[in-house]
């Protein structure tokens, strides 16, 4: 069949590849995965670059001896800031990690900055920070969930403070239907702290909330210090209630946040964590009925199409088959004709490794080893018989070279050698008296004698 009786009629052919993301939606993400798994982070480092344009914003880095990172802080923020950061100051800031979704950038914006020196409370914070973190106080693992729909709120807070307030308020207007209850406590002074723990275990042991919100209004580091106290911590972290900590502003941190399942910027932000809209409840639901009828729809026609083209795609399983077959009888002589390509060049190998290996035999070298030792045993055999002949000619001269000096020989021609009773050699007949008893050396034997008389020379003559 032809449309215009030139060509055939193709058949659309749907695209079967995995869905392509786009980059905005790639960006949007990974935004939202980065501020899903950082709630909120310290960082501490080398401010660098920084700018302050006619926005108020703030643009900075924060950077160490390898890595630096970008920073945002807004003007809303650092309004709070009584002095302006400069250039290569020592900060340590808090804020949200996230994604500048427009350029791809990964970076933090920055809700609180402050010096790196710590104080004294600062000290002491830190250092029940360090020592909770430690015993796992502050483990993810440990943190319990909260329920999505609450049956029941609890509130650790102050009756008369403006945290209270905010939550009802909060609450009446996302989802009034739930009910509350209020377990009074002082949140600032010497006598908040047991108050605070008193509330937790009261809240525990009424059984009833199935979520429990701790916290207070804004204050200073030292009216919030009640919730850095190590007790609280501990309470928190033994209760079994799942528990949200609001406490101060956005930028107040305690040790109540670490502990806490949760931790909420303020007391209204608590509510509105814990709580359902019942308005986006209701807009939820109308859309997805909708995007589920209209998903429906579409699934079914895109099926229906899909068996239409699957229908005519269709092919005879024979032919299938005898394709199959084919393609097995060329692939089994492609692999016959390797295969016998493969064992020649073995083969050729072989040979020649036989070859070098004949040539390195063992038996080769020691027949020559043993020829050459022949050789040299035989050279030495004639120059020890040399060595020897010429040694004993030596001898034999210096033997009648010997005998010529030898005092032997002129003892052969019939002189002695006189020796007194010492044994000393006599030169001199004056050197003896009469009477003294000498010996004479002979050729052939020695002798004793005893001395008579002594001439001197002058007596005897020359």
């Given at each position: 069949m032809y449309n215009d009786g030139s060509a055939p009629a193709t058949p659309h052919l749907q695209d079967t590849r995995p869905r392509a993301l786009s980059v905005s939606e790639l960006n949007h993400q990974a935004r939202h995965l980065l501020e899903s798994s950082f709630m909120q982070v310290w960082v501490e480092g080398e401010l660098s670059g920084f700018s302050r344009p006619s926005s108020g914003h703030w643009y900075f880095s924060l950077k160490d001896r390898k890595c630096q990172v970008r920073c945002a802080m807004f003007r809303g923020m650092n309004q709070r800031i009584r002095t302006l950061p400069k250039e290569g100051d020592q900060v340590r800031i808090r804020g949200k990690v996230t994604l500048y979704e427009n350029r791809g950038d990964f970076q933090i914006i920055v809700e609180h900055i402050e010096p790196a020196g710590l104080g004294a409370l600062q000290q002491a914070f830190e250092e029940l920070k360090r020592k909770l973190l430690a015993e796992g106080l502050f483990d993810q693992a440990r943190k319990k969930p909260l329920p999505s729909l609450p049956r029941h709120i609890g509130v650790v807070t102050s009756p008369t403070g403006a945290a209270i307030h905010d939550i009802l308020t909060v609450l009446a207007r996302r989802c009034p239907a739930i009910p509350i209850t209020l377990y009074p406590t002082a949140v600032q002074g010497k006598a908040a702290t047991a108050d605070i723990v008193r509330a937790i275990e009261a809240a525990q042991s009424h059984g009833v909330a199935d979520v429990l919100i701790i916290g207070r209004g804004g204050g200073s580091l030292e009216d919030l210090w009640c919730f850095n106290e190590e007790s609280v911590a501990r309470a928190i972290a033994a209760c079994q209630i799942p528990t949200v900590s609001a406490v101060g502003h956005e930028v107040d941190v305690t040790i109540a946040d670490f502990v806490a399942d949760l931790r909420a910027p303020t007391p209204s932000a608590a509510a509105e964590k814990i709580?359902?809209?019942?308005?986006?409840?209701?807009?939820?639901?109308?859309?997805?009925?909708?995007?589920?009828?209209?998903?429906?729809?579409?699934?079914?026609?895109?099926?229906?199409?899909?068996?239409?083209?699957?229908?005519?795609?269709?092919?005879?399983?024979?032919?299938?088959?005898?394709?199959?077959?084919?393609?097995?009888?060329?692939?089994?002589?492609?692999?016959?004709?390797?295969?016998?390509?493969?064992?020649?060049?073995?083969?050729?190998?072989?040979?020649?490794?036989?070859?070098?290996?004949?040539?390195?035999?063992?038996?080769?070298?020691?027949?020559?080893?043993?020829?050459?030792?022949?050789?040299?045993?035989?050279?030495?055999?004639?120059?020890?018989?040399?060595?020897?002949?010429?040694?004993?000619?030596?001898?034999?001269?210096?033997?009648?070279?010997?005998?010529?000096?030898?005092?032997?020989?002129?003892?052969?021609?019939?002189?002695?050698?006189?020796?007194?009773?010492?044994?000393?050699?006599?030169?001199?007949?004056?050197?003896?008296?009469?009477?003294?008893?000498?010996?004479?050396?002979?050729?052939?034997?020695?002798?004793?004698?005893?001395?008579?008389?002594?001439?001197?020379?002058?007596?005897?003559?020359?």
């Open positions: 709580s359902p809209d019942q308005s986006d409840w209701l807009r939820q639901l109308g859309e997805r009925e909708a995007r589920l009828s209209n998903a429906i729809g579409l699934a079914l026609k895109r099926l229906s199409t899909q068996l239409g083209h699957l229908g005519a795609r269709l092919r005879d399983p024979r032919r299938e088959l005898l394709e199959k077959a084919q393609r097995m009888d060329e692939l089994e002589l492609r692999l016959k004709k390797v295969i016998q390509q493969r064992l020649s060049t073995v083969s050729v190998r072989n040979d020649h490794l036989r070859q070098r290996l004949a040539m390195q035999s063992p038996r080769r070298q020691l027949t020559e080893g043993q020829e050459a030792l022949q050789r040299v045993s035989e050279r030495l055999a004639s120059v020890i018989q040399q060595n020897l002949k010429q040694s004993r000619a030596n001898l034999e001269h210096a033997a009648q070279t010997l005998n010529v000096v030898s005092p032997l020989a002129t003892l052969g021609r019939g002189y002695a050698i006189v020796r007194d009773n010492n044994g000393n050699i006599l030169r001199d007949a004056s050197n003896v008296n009469p009477g003294d008893t000498i010996s004479a050396r002979v050729a052939r034997g020695e002798m004793t004698a005893k001395v008579t008389s002594v001439k001197s020379s002058e007596e005897t003559g020359p």
